[in-house]
């Protein structure tokens, strides 16, 4: 298995545009985690999904932030309109019963 | 609120020195005590974890110390070596499994000097 891909890598762009980041998790895995990584607040839970469905949602910092997994092998978050804040590294993971969270190489957000 | 606390945030070490890092919580329900270790440019990656059923868990070089009454488990890395140089995360979550939310601790960038 190839692991967790995330993509872009890398993404910059200007405030007020939208920005979707993706992610495939392991397959077979059935919770599918999004982190947010800065200096200033380390790595923090945005949202997490059991079977596709979202279960806490409560680390979304604000409506401008949106994340859905209409499948079991694809997930997206998206911040609409985007702001020099949001710039981060946002990771993905995915885990299954019994097994470790696994983490993507992550998506460097640059908000300019 | 930080759900653990880790320290130091930075932590130098000579080659073949005992690395050493710690963290804190304070929620009785975690149950589960993962440290992931993370490289410039990759996602964080499991270490080692232990439960609190035990007090120490070795493997290899690194070892877990786990104190249940003080609520605070620690990172030991023996014989600490150059290819060590990474940040690392202590973490928590609960409902005795591997799955689920995980609490992480700010993290220790920890260089290892040849």
């Known amino acids: 298995d190839a692991g967790v891909i995330q993509s872009p890598r890398h993404e910059v762009t200007e405030m007020g545009q939208e920005v979707t980041l993706r992610c495939k998790p392991i397959s077979g895995h059935d919770y599918l985690f999004w982190y947010r990584q800065t200096m200033m607040r380390g790595l923090e839970l945005l949202i997490y999904?059991?079977?596709?469905?979202?279960?806490?949602d409560s680390g979304m910092p604000e409506d401008r932030f949106s994340a859905k997994m209409p499948n079991a092998s694809f997930s997206t978050l998206k911040i609409q309109p985007s702001e020099p804040r949001d710039s981060a590294v946002y990771f993905c993971?995915?885990?299954?019963?019994?097994?470790?969270?696994?983490f993507g190489q992550g998506t460097r957000l640059t908000v300019v | 609120q930080q759900q653990v606390k880790q320290s130091p945030q930075s932590l130098i070490v000579q080659k073949g020195g005992i690395s050493i890092i710690n963290c804190a919580y304070e929620?009785?329900?975690?149950?589960?005590f993962p440290w992931y270790q993370q490289f410039p440019g990759k996602g964080p990656a499991l270490l080692i974890a232990?439960?609190?059923?035990?007090s120490e868990k070795k493997e290899g070089r690194f070892t877990i110390s786990f104190n249940k009454s003080a609520k605070q488990f620690s990172l030991h890395i023996m014989d600490s070596q150059p290819g060590d140089s990474a940040t690392y995360f202590c973490a928590a979550s609960k409902g005795g499994s591997t799955l689920g939310r995980l609490y992480f601790g700010r993290g220790t960038q920890l260089t290892v000097w040849p």
């Open positions: 993971a995915s885990s299954g019963q019994g097994s470790r969270a696994f």
């Open positions: 999904f059991n079977n596709n469905v979202p279960i806490d």
């Open positions: 232990i439960r609190p059923d035990v």
């Open positions: 929620n009785t329900a975690f149950d589960y």
